[in-house]
């Protein structure tokens, strides 16, 4: 059965209303200690070497796009209160958008000829799409690239964020900016596998669904999820001393 968390341009695709075939409760949620600041910025300094579990859509779907990959990154902000890891920050696309409308995502997009690095790319894409300012961000490094099926090569760019931050939403691209508890998305018991077909494939993808303090439902999902199942094995492949 081939697997890829992505959906887009299937008519009538709907990735909230497509069943789930498993939870993912089996593996055991992070402890305390491994959503420590110390213990993320000891794994980012490994994680050059570090081999993800989910490579990506296209690294598992075998598919090649018909332009040459393209160079893109993303920040995964961590907000720290009162010195310890609290939460993660995301973002809803605009509705009214051509590609991910809607959708949940990391600030970040494709590299410019004037960025020299994926960090350049993810901070200057921070600040134009949410506000966050480059010295507000203190970057611990960078995960490994994740393939898309679109043709886009994602690396997350890991930073620490102080708390409470005056978000300037860019109107054009985002709609809502919002915190996920870490400990909620390294719980696995939160990770579901959706199964479609499509061209006669059975295909899967993960979501980690999220309700706020006011009900406000949160379905996050395809690269963004999968991106945050690699962030859950490479803080966990190694345990805190």
Do not use: C
Request: proline share 11%; charged share 20%.
């Amino acid at each position: 059965m081939t697997t890829v968390p992505v959906g887009r341009g299937i008519p009538g695709f709907d990735p909230e209303k497509t069943p789930v075939v498993r939870r993912d409760g089996h593996l055991p949620p992070l402890a305390a200690p491994a959503l420590q600041v110390g213990w993320v910025r000891q794994r980012l300094l490994a994680a050059a070497q570090w081999q993800p579990v989910i490579q990506g859509d296209a690294a598992r779907l075998d598919i090649k796009p018909d332009r040459p990959p393209a160079q893109a990154a993303v920040l995964l902000p961590l907000v720290v209160r009162e010195g310890q890891i609290s939460s993660v920050v995301l973002t809803r696309r605009t509705a009214h958008l051509k590609h991910h409308a809607g959708q949940i995502s990391f600030p970040g997009g494709k590299r410019e000829p004037h960025d020299d690095s994926p960090q350049a790319t993810a901070l200057r894409e921070a600040e134009e799409e949410v506000g966050l300012l480059p010295h507000q961000a203190e970057v611990l490094g960078s995960m490994p690239a994740y393939k898309t099926v679109t043709g886009f090569v994602i690396t997350p760019v890991v930073a620490l964020l102080p708390p409470e931050l005056p978000w300037r939403p860019d109107p054009g691209e985002v709609a809502d900016v919002f915190e996920v508890p870490l400990s909620h998305l390294m719980n696995p018991a939160h990770h579901q596998w959706h199964e479609h077909e499509w061209q006669g494939h059975k295909r899967q993808y993960l979501s980690m669904p999220w309700h706020d303090a006011a009900a406000q439902r949160y379905f996050i999902w395809g690269a963004t999820a999968s991106m945050l199942r690699n962030f859950y094995h490479l803080l966990g492949d190694a345990q805190p001393a």
